[in-house]
């Protein structure tokens, strides 16, 4: 059965190559030089902050095991980051908005160089702490970077439609390739080298540093509503306000928090349903298989946005379906093919399983440029940091729960749970897509606040 973990991954490789090399004109999107020049420097700060969170992921556990800490009290670690994600994240990540965009990044730099550190730390409290700190960075990743790349790329006067172009390319790097060569050379500094379980965060430590000295020598600053009237509760309402107001954009955070549930909770639940007799399966090659086959995604998703009469609210229906199909495999292999014995290789269940989440992994290598490019065309530029934050709300707490219970459930009740989420972002996706065509215009409560607050500035003038 080794070699078929060869040919899957020999064959995703020729696919994603092919993808590449046979990309027509038809496919690619004619660019300015100048867009070049900022698409370039954004996707190298990119694959730094990426390369700074994917070398951390290997060996977290791994470290806090060594440390000597059981199952329950590393989990407790788990349920801290993601917590503090939803609680100390929103609020700082939603000062992006008001701060500064440029500054939220430096940020997060900052903080998860510190939580880095904390590592070289054996006691608890140290760690807990490291957790903490990761939570908020991980806000701040995954919400200041693309609102000032959107600000800025709009602020520069560039065609909207080039925004798809990095997009695809940073999923195809970021969470693709870097992912890929993160987790080689944290085996290397591991396994080969035989240095410290903490030599992976102090690598990781060099990469965001690094990356933080190229933005703030190359990066300009830039705003969501920099007003000095708006301290953050009424920073908090407008966002509610324009998530209550405006379908789009509850639809739009109602789906990503369906997929990246159940997508962080596949995370956690791919390991056991490959070897649930304690099978010797190589998850470090599994693992790399799974971040090609997004990489194969995410250049179908650029082939896809370059197309202008095709919505990508209509193909991601598709998209949706397809993914809560591929997680049903476990319950159907638990009830029609016979187990294999403890120690075994991977079964042929196995086989069929790792076949379907490779599709599930080219699914999130598609979701992730067009869920940017939706939020690009949806989330008002005002408050576009806050409401991607509160968007991640509501996905921590349900990361949380299954973290607290993943042992108090059968798997395939989880792999359930995560198909019903995801046939539901399907149905969604396609209210979204009957809605968008009327609704042109961004949400009436938010210009509403805003020209009540200048009438109120006025009146005080």
Not at 369 to 391: D, G, H, L, V, W
Request: hydrophobic letters at 50%; charged letters at 15%; one cysteine or more.
């Amino acid at each position: 059965m080794e070699v078929f973990y060869y040919l899957v991954f020999g064959g995703l490789a020729a696919a994603v190559a092919a993808m590449e090399l046979r990309k027509t004109r038809k496919d690619r999107v004619a660019i300015s030089s100048a867009f070049d020049t900022f698409k370039n420097n954004y996707l190298f700060v990119y694959s730094l902050m990426m390369a700074g969170d994917w070398l951390q992921g290997p060996y977290v556990y791994y470290l806090y095991s060594q440390y000597g800490f059981n199952k329950g009290e590393i989990g407790r670690l788990f349920i801290a980051g993601f917590g503090s994600s939803m609680l100390f994240g929103t609020i700082v990540g939603s000062l992006a908005d008001k701060q500064g965009r440029k500054r939220a990044c430096v940020t997060y730099c900052i903080t998860y160089i510190v939580s880095c550190l904390t590592k070289h730390c054996p006691e608890y409290t140290s760690l807990l702490i490291g957790r903490i700190l990761g939570g908020i960075s991980t806000s701040l990743l995954f919400s200041a970077f693309e609102s000032w790349l959107v600000a800025e790329h709009n602020k520069r006067g560039f065609d909207p439609q080039w925004l798809s172009v990095i997009f695809s390319k940073a999923i195809f790097l970021g969470n693709g390739l870097i992912a890929i060569v993160s987790g080689l050379l944290a085996s290397l500094l591991i396994d080969n080298l035989e240095f410290h379980p903490v030599a992976p965060f102090d690598a990781a430590a060099c990469f965001l540093t690094f990356g933080m000295a190229v933005i703030l020598s190359s990066w300009s600053e830039n705003y969501g509503d920099p007003s000095e009237s708006k301290d953050l509760i009424t920073q908090f309402n407008g966002a509610a306000a324009a998530i209550a107001s405006d379908e789009k954009i509850a639809l739009l955070g109602a789906i990503q928090s369906l997929f990246e549930g159940s997508m962080y909770t596949f995370v956690f639940l791919w390991t056991p349903a490959l070897s649930p007799n304690d099978e010797d399966i190589p998850q470090g090659f599994i693992f790399a298989t799974f971040m090609l086959s997004s990489m194969l995604g995410s250049s179908i998703a650029s082939r896809l946005m370059t197309h202008a009469t095709l919505k990508v609210e209509s193909y991601m229906q598709i998209v949706f379906a397809i993914s809560a199909v591929t997680l049903l495999l476990p319950i159907v292999c638990n009830f029609l093919v016979a187990p294999s014995e403890q120690g075994d290789s991977i079964s042929f269940g196995g086989c069929i399983q790792l076949l379907g989440f490779c599709v599930f992994e080219a699914c999130v290598g598609i979701f992730w440029p067009s869920i940017m490019k939706m939020r690009s065309q949806y989330i008002p530029e005002e408050a576009r940091s806050t409401i991607m934050n509160f968007f991640r709300i509501p996905l921590n707490i349900f990361v949380c729960v299954v973290l607290y219970n993943v042992n108090a459930f059968p798997i395939t009740l989880m792999f359930g749970m995560c198909s019903i989420f995801l046939f539901m972002a399907s149905v969604l996706q396609k209210r979204l897509m009957v809605i968008s065509d009327s609704h042109k215009s961004m949400p009436q409560v938010w210009t509403d606040m805003m020209e009540g607050d200048d009438e109120a500035e006025t009146l005080n003038i």
